[in-house]
């Protein structure tokens, strides 16, 4: 799946996309793995509120804030996008019964953009459960 990011740092709710793949599909029970190959990008588990959602992004550029002497930045004035994706990582796994994503009641799947905007890619890996 692509996605076209339009901000430096910004959460993307791609639920619907990754429910539509699993329906696609046709897989009834198994799991489905949502991960991307960029460095400076992470997918998570979250609730979709306004608030949350900026609390998650501050707390982030509190916590590892840019261009803070990180021998990185000589590279690409980067380097706090790199460590945010490291905390957050690469990928969830999200079991699937009855042909849908098993997630809480208010958990969503987030594509987190860290050094944006850029066009990304999404991968996502539907596994069908082997009978036994």
Not at 17 to 43: F, L, P, Q, R, Y
Not at 44 to 69: Q, S, V
Request: charged share 25%.
């Amino acid at each position: 799946m692509n996605i076209r990011t339009s901000e430096r740092i910004e959460l993307v709710d791609i639920t619907q996309e990754v429910k539509s793949e699993i329906h696609k599909s046709g897989i009834d029970n198994g799991i489905c793995v949502v991960s991307t190959s960029h460095t400076t990008t992470a997918i998570i588990l979250n609730e979709n509120e306004t608030g949350l959602r900026h609390d998650i992004l501050d707390f982030l550029e509190k916590l590892i804030p840019p261009l803070a002497g990180y021998q990185h930045d000589r590279i690409d004035n980067n380097a706090d996008a790199h460590l945010k994706a490291i905390i957050l990582g690469s990928s969830e796994t999200i079991p699937v019964t009855g042909g849908e994503l098993v997630l809480g009641t208010w958990q969503r799947i987030f594509f987190v953009e860290l050094d944006g905007p850029r066009q990304r890619t999404v991968n996502i890996a539907k596994i069908k459960k082997v009978q036994s």
